[in-house]
């Protein structure tokens, strides 16, 4: 079973092309929705969390404005959330790969932001990253956020640079060309991963 791994900052397309994959019956592991479920009411991370932030977790639910205050607040806070975070997805995902081992899947595909930040690419037998202009990256996190450009900008800067993503990527998928040329790249990546 080939393992692909999707990557690229905020606002560069990944769900698009995720969902590209999906239609063309490659199974994929969405890591942001994992999270998700994980930090849903009563989820499996709440309980960490509140030893951690007792005051972001009220009756099994996450307060993420007073969670998202904590953080910016408390130097370290991130890396003890991302410690509790991170094993917890990576389990979700082994379980994910060994399902669609045995099931025989042929290709399946992890979607997955923080990739490279998270040594996740060695998982991987392909590593394929979205990419787009800085100016169409901006405009589509300001869009999806409601926020300023500027804001939008400062919070792209936090992530790893889109030209290291490049350089450590094997494939690179153009997103800010129009959807039938992101289309066709796609179809003819999924065609020969599936050869």
């Known amino acids: 079973m080939k393992v692909v791994g999707l990557t690229g900052g905020m606002g560069m ?97 992890l979607d997955i932001p923080l990739l490279f930040e998270t040594g996740s690419q060695r998982a991987c037998d392909h590593v394929l990253l979205v990419s787009a202009p800085p100016r169409l990256q901006a405009e589509r996190v300001a869009r999806r956020r409601g926020l300023p450009k500027a804001e939008a900008r400062r919070l792209m800067a936090r992530q790893m640079p889109d030209a290291r993503k490049r350089r450590l990527a094997d494939t690179v998928i153009e997103t800010g060309v129009a959807l039938g040329a992101t289309q066709r790249q796609v179809r003819s990546l999924i065609k020969a991963l599936k050869a």
Do not use: W, Y
């Not at 199974?27 to 309980?47: I, K, S």
């Not at 969390?49 to 009756?59: C, G, K, T, Y």
């Open 13 to 109: 397309g990944k769900s698009t092309v995720a969902s590209m994959f999906r239609q063309a019956g490659v199974p994929v592991f969405d890591a942001d929705a994992t999270v998700r479920q994980l930090q849903a009411d009563h989820g499996p991370a709440l309980g960490p969390i509140a030893e951690l932030v007792p005051q972001a977790v009220v009756n099994g639910h996450l307060d993420r404005a007073v969670l998202r205050r904590a953080v910016a607040e408390t130097p370290g806070l991130l890396r003890q959330l991302e410690r509790i975070i991170h094993p917890m997805v990576r389990a979700a995902r082994q379980a994910f790969l060994s399902r669609h081992r045995r099931q025989g899947a042929r290709c399946v595909l």
